[in-house]
């Protein structure tokens, strides 16, 4: 599990994935992908921050309501919180993946693709 935001860094970094920057927006660190925000620890819970369209959010709030959970300051974003202590780093990592590839230009994730296929 992971349970604060030096772990996460830490986990995020080690996946060893390019492009990938340490930024610090409104005053708190953050890890950018691509130029973008990848994850971040929330400036006001003890929870990590992650992109989440409004459906997935939901589904994950009602499966798991101990884990994941919203704050009103990010309502109106595409935005989950997961509790610190309670981020499983198989998930973690699957959702990293997938928001790195998102942020990606899709030309830039064509000749990653071709120089490092998946098994």
Do not use: N
């Not at 994935?17 to 708190?28: K, Q």
């Not at 409004?54 to 499966?63: F, I, P, S």
């Amino acid at each position: 599990m992971i349970h604060t935001w030096p772990d996460l860094r830490a986990f995020a970094l080690g996946l060893s994935l390019p492009e990938v920057t340490l930024a610090t927006p409104w005053g708190h660190e953050a890890l950018k992908a691509h130029g973008r925000l990848w994850c971040y620890w929330s400036a006001y819970e003890d929870a990590a921050v992650f992109k989440a369209d409004r459906d997935e959010r939901e589904m994950l709030m009602q499966a798991d309501p101990d884990t994941f959970f919203l704050h009103p300051h990010y309502a109106p974003h595409p935005l989950v919180l997961v509790r610190a202590g309670r981020i499983d780093e198989d998930w973690a990592r699957a959702r990293l993946i997938r928001q790195w590839r998102d942020a990606a230009p899709k030309r830039w994730l064509k000749a990653w693709d071709a120089r490092h296929p998946q098994p």
